[in-house]
C-alpha cells in the first residue's frame, strides 16, 4: 500500500520552478506519495498566513521559494511552532553563486520569469509545436529544429511540448500504416529527425487504456497483435532506411526522452 504525506509548496511567483524541484526530490522515495498543497504568487502576509492555516491543519513538510525577507522569517517562525521542517530549495544554490559573483541578491520576486528574448523564444517554440502537431502544416517542416517521427500513442505531442518549453521548435509526423508520409519530410536538411518507438507489448497497453478511456470497445488492427507488432517493426526499419537516430521510449519518461534528443542536438552541432 502506497504511503502518503502532505508536502506544502509555497511560492511569490508561479511555483514552476519549486514544483519541479518538489517533483524531482518526490521521485526518489519509491512506494510514498506527495499530497502537494499548493501557493502561488504569495506576496502578502494575508497570503501567507492564509497557507499557515493549511499547514497546521495538514502538518508536513514546507519547501518554498520566497525572496522577501520579512515573509520568509514570518514562515520560519510559524513552521517552527508547528514543528514541521521548512525548506528555501534556493538558499544554498543562491548563496554559492553570489559568493561567485560577489554580488547580492536582488530579492525580486518571479525575476526568473522575466519576459526577456529566452522567454519569447519559448513562446514562439510551444506556438510552433501547436501549430505542427500530428502532421499539421508539413509543408513548414524545414523551419523545425526537430521533427519527431513515430507510430500512434509514442509520446510525440508531449515530448514536442516539453522540448518547446526548453525553447526547442518542435514538429511531430505520425507513422500510420497505409498512410504517406509527407516528401517534405525526407528531403529536411536543417532539422534533425528523430524516431521514437516503444516495445510492441507496451503500445498495445498504451492504446488498449486509450479506447476504454474514449468508451470504444470495436477491436481493430489498432489494438491487435500481430498488427502492433507489425506496425512497430516497419517503423524502425523507416528509421533506419532513412539513418534518423531513434530513441526507445518504452520505459521513458518525457523528460528523459527530450533529454536525450537534446542531447542529440547538442552533438550535432558540436560535430558542425
Known amino acids: 500500500m502506497t504511503r502518503e504525506y502532505h508536502l506544502h509548496l509555497i511560492s511569490d511567483a508561479t511555483g514552476e520552478t519549486l514544483n519541479t524541484v518538489a517533483k524531482a526530490v518526490a521521485a526518489q522515495f519509491e512506494g510514498i506519495s506527495p499530497r502537494e498543497h499548493i501557493y502561488s504568487l504569495v506576496r502578502t502576509e494575508r497570503q501567507l498566513y492564509r ?9 508536513g513538510v514546507v519547501f ?14 510559524e ?18 553563486l553570489g559568493k561567485h559573483l560577489g554580488a ?20 514562439e517554440a510551444l506556438n510552433f509545436a501547436i501549430q505542427h502537431d500530428d502532421g499539421q502544416n508539413a509543408q ?26 526548453r ?41 488498449r487504456n486509450r479506447l476504454v478511456t474514449m468508451g470504444e470497445t ?19 526499419r523507416l528509421f533506419e532506411n532513412h539513418e534518423w ?5 518504452t520505459r521513458r519518461s518525457i523528460e528523459e526522452t527530450a533529454a536525450a534528443i537534446l542531447n542529440l542536438l547538442a552533438e550535432r552541432e558540436g560535430k558542425s
Open 79 to 96: 513552521c517552527k511552532s508547528l514543528n514541521v521542517p521548512c525548506v528555501s530549495i534556493l538558499d544554498r544554490a543562491v548563496e554559492v
Open 245 to 249: 537516430p531513434s530513441i526507445d521510449v
Open 51 to 59: 497557507a499557515v492555516e493549511h499547514i497546521a491543519a495538514d502538518p
Open 218 to 236: 470495436k477491436g481493430s488492427d489498432y489494438i491487435d497483435e500481430e498488427a502492433v507488432r507489425a506496425e512497430v517493426a516497419s517503423t524502425r
Open 140 to 165: 513548414n517542416l524545414a523551419q523545425a529544429d526537430v521533427v519527431l517521427v513515430g507510430v500512434s500513442r509514442s509520446s510525440k505531442t508531449p515530448t514536442c511540448v516539453y522540448l518547446a518549453i
Open 167 to 207: 525553447g526547442v521548435k518542435a514538429a511531430n509526423i505520425p507513422v500510420v500504416p497505409g498512410v504517406e508520409l509527407p516528401q517534405q519530410l525526407f528531403s529536411l536538411s536543417k532539422p534533425l529527425v528523430v524516431g521514437l518507438w516503444l516495445s510492441p507489448e507496451r503500445l498495445l497497453q498504451i492504446r
Open 104 to 123: 547580492k541578491e536582488s530579492h525580486r520576486p518571479g525575476g526568473q520569469h522575466d519576459m526577456d528574448s529566452r522567454y519569447l523564444e519559448r513562446v
Open 64 to 77: 518554498f521559494t520566497l525572496v522577501n525577507p520579512s515573509l520568509r522569517s514570518i514562515l520560519e517562525a
